[in-house]
């Protein structure tokens, strides 16, 4: 890859760039806060740009993982739900992930998928709306799974759903709207949402405001509880490195959760869960969000990757998520041929989560422009060949996700070299065959 860059096929003004960037990028990784929390994870010379959708392996999770194999349940077996913590996880985690999305302790319990925990809240949040409720509101542009679940849960409850993009939320709220399901940053554009002024702009309609973090959680400052928001979920094995299929976690804020009835409403939630009674009578506080029997070896290696976190202030991730994306942006400005692709996420940083999703359209005579694959497909998986991990979202979209405790400058402008190469070599290739 460097030799490329220190004979590159047509010398001239890219190639003084490319050297500056480069030095500039070994400088920038020399400074600031989070230089060392990359020696944390298990990498490699991959550029692994896809942890907004698979974070990487902290080093604290393998030998975790073995021990509660070998011992907790090889060696203790059922004595481990009391002796080692087994049945009081879901509490206990939520406590570590409450300070990574700004909520006081008490509120915040993990288990099940985001899935499970989206109808959760949303089930919980129309059961605690006013009688006169006739609808929700769900995100537009919501990641898929969180709209299929919302419109579910609302025909058991016979509301209707209104989709609404964030921006309009505080435009089309009404008295009779229960409660707006909103991602806090869009999953393909990296647009991130104003939190505080759509929540008080849901309880000045007496409305709940319930948010989905998975984008979020770890990647930026989140302040569930400064906002006043009303229910939250998030998933863990993107920018909290839980691994794949790590457990989800739900907020109830501490004021609802009297209120709060779960639609799952599982034996692990019950007041008394070995009482064995035949009647639900629920447990106090954020229990009553779990359901059955957690996923322990999925859930212990979360906390076990939750030891990342350690020493880092969220603050100093956001700043280095902006440093980063923003100098990723100016290199693929610098590299990638003209008109070739376009940033979708947004340039001002309050709107700005931690990826850039670049639209990428057909070059003039690429196989895509002739009617073949869709190019943006083609493309990321060429970056994939030559060693640069992001992902595709249909129909257009080149998702770079960066994790400001392991991803470099030097990562950025690598993905961002190897996208101009392989967009060149896709223009000649078309060229050629034309
Ligand atoms: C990743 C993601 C999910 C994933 O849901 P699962 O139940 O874990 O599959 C849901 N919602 C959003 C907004 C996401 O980004």
């Not at 537009?140 to 025909?155: C, E, H, K, M, N």
């Not at 302040?223 to 907020?251: E, F, Q």
């Not at 869709?374 to 060429?382: D, F, I, Q, S, T």
């Given at each position: 890859?460097?030799?490329?860059?220190?004979?590159?096929?047509?010398?001239?003004?890219?190639?003084?760039g490319?050297?500056?960037?480069?030095?500039?990028?070994a400088?920038?990784?020399?400074?600031?806060p989070?230089?060392?929390?990359r020696?944390?994870?298990?990498?490699?010379?991959?550029?692994?740009?896809?942890?907004?959708?698979?974070?990487?392996?902290?080093?604290?999770?393998?030998?975790?993982?073995?021990?509660?194999?070998?011992?907790?349940?090889?060696?203790?077996?059922?004595r481990?739900?009391?002796?080692?913590?087994?049945?009081?996880?879901?509490?206990?985690?939520?406590?570590?992930?409450?300070?990574?999305?700004?909520?006081?302790?008490?509120?915040?319990?993990?288990?099940?998928s985001?899935s499970?925990?989206v109808?959760?809240?949303?089930?919980?949040?129309?059961?605690?709306?006013?009688?006169?409720?006739?609808?929700?509101?769900?995100?537009?542009t919501?990641?898929?799974?969180?709209?299929?679940?919302?419109?579910s849960?609302?025909?058991?409850?016979?509301?209707?759903?209104?989709?609404v993009?964030p921006?309009?939320?505080?435009?089309?709220?009404?008295e009779r709207?229960a409660?707006?399901?909103?991602?806090?940053?869009?999953?393909?554009?990296?647009?991130?949402?104003?939190?505080?002024?759509i929540?008080?702009?849901?309880?000045s309609?007496?409305t709940?405001?319930?948010?989905?973090l998975?984008?979020?959680?770890?990647?930026?400052?989140?302040?569930?509880?400064?906002?006043?928001?009303?229910?939250?979920?998030?998933c863990t094995?993107?920018?909290?490195?839980?691994?794949?299929?790590?457990?989800?976690?739900?907020?109830?804020?501490?004021?609802?959760?009297?209120r709060?009835?779960?639609?799952?409403p599982?034996w692990?939630?019950?007041?008394?869960?070995?009482?064995?009674?035949?009647?639900y009578?629920?447990?106090?506080?954020?229990?009553?969000?779990?359901?059955?029997?957690?996923d322990i070896?999925?859930?212990?290696a979360?906390?076990?990757?939750?030891e990342?976190?350690?020493?880092?202030?969220?603050e100093?991730?956001?700043?280095?998520?902006?440093?980063l994306?923003?100098f990723?942006l100016?290199?693929?400005?610098?590299?990638?041929?003209?008109?070739?692709v376009?940033?979708?996420?947004?340039?001002?940083?309050?709107?700005r989560?931690?990826?850039?999703?670049l639209a990428?359209?057909?070059?003039?005579s690429?196989?895509?422009a002739?009617g073949?694959?869709?190019?943006?497909?083609?493309?990321?998986?060429?970056?994939?060949?030559?060693g640069?991990v992001?992902?595709?979202?249909?129909?257009?979209?080149?998702?770079f996700?960066?994790?400001p405790?392991?991803?470099?400058?030097?990562?950025?402008?690598?993905?961002?070299?190897v996208?101009?190469?392989?967009l060149?070599?896709?223009?000649?290739?078309?060229?050629?065959?034309?």
């Amino acid at each position: 890859m460097s030799e490329s860059r220190e004979t590159p096929k047509s010398p001239g003004p890219a190639a003084a760039g490319a050297r500056k960037a480069a030095i500039r990028a070994a400088e920038l990784d020399a400074a600031g806060p989070l230089t060392t929390t990359r020696e944390r994870f298990v990498l490699d010379d991959t550029v692994y740009l896809d942890g907004n959708s698979l974070g990487a392996l902290p080093r604290s999770v393998p030998d975790r993982i073995a021990e509660v194999i070998r011992h907790e349940w090889g060696e203790l077996r059922i004595r481990s739900w009391t002796e080692a913590g087994w049945w009081t996880a879901p509490e206990r985690i939520g406590e570590k992930i409450a300070p990574l999305v700004g909520a006081a302790p008490g509120q915040v319990v993990v288990g099940d998928s985001t899935s499970i925990n989206v109808f959760k809240a949303v089930t919980g949040g129309i059961r605690m709306a006013g009688k006169g409720c006739t609808e929700i509101l769900v995100d537009a542009t919501t990641f898929p799974t969180d709209g299929y679940i919302a419109r579910s849960a609302a025909r058991m409850a016979g509301l209707a759903v209104r989709p609404v993009e964030p921006a309009r939320i505080a435009d089309e709220v009404t008295e009779r709207t229960a409660l707006a399901l909103v991602n806090h940053v869009d999953y393909r554009t990296g647009e991130l949402n104003d939190m505080a002024s759509i929540t008080a702009a849901l309880h000045s309609a007496g409305t709940l405001a319930v948010w989905d973090l998975c984008h979020s959680a770890g990647a930026l400052p989140v302040a569930l509880d400064a906002c006043g928001v009303d229910l939250a979920v998030g998933c863990t094995y993107k920018y909290l490195n839980g691994g794949p299929g790590s457990p989800a976690y739900l907020y109830v804020r501490k004021s609802l959760q009297e209120r709060f009835e779960s639609p799952l409403p599982g034996w692990n939630s019950h007041v008394d869960p070995f009482g064995m009674e035949p009647g639900y009578t629920p447990a106090d506080g954020v229990l009553r969000g779990r359901v059955g029997t957690p996923d322990i070896l999925s859930m212990l290696a979360l906390e076990a990757a939750l030891e990342v976190w350690e020493g880092v202030a969220i603050e100093d991730v956001r700043a280095k998520s902006l440093a980063l994306t923003d100098f990723f942006l100016e290199c693929v400005s610098e590299y990638a041929p003209p008109g070739r692709v376009r940033s979708v996420t947004p340039y001002e940083h309050r709107r700005r989560g931690s990826q850039v999703s670049l639209a990428c359209s057909p070059g003039g005579s690429s196989v895509a422009a002739q009617g073949g694959a869709p190019v943006a497909g083609e493309v990321m998986a060429e970056l994939i060949r030559r060693g640069v991990v992001g992902d595709f979202r249909p129909p257009d979209v080149l998702r770079f996700g960066f994790t400001p405790l392991y991803t470099t400058f030097a990562d950025a402008e690598r993905a961002a070299w190897v996208l101009g190469e392989v967009l060149r070599d896709q223009a000649a290739a078309g060229g050629d065959a034309g």
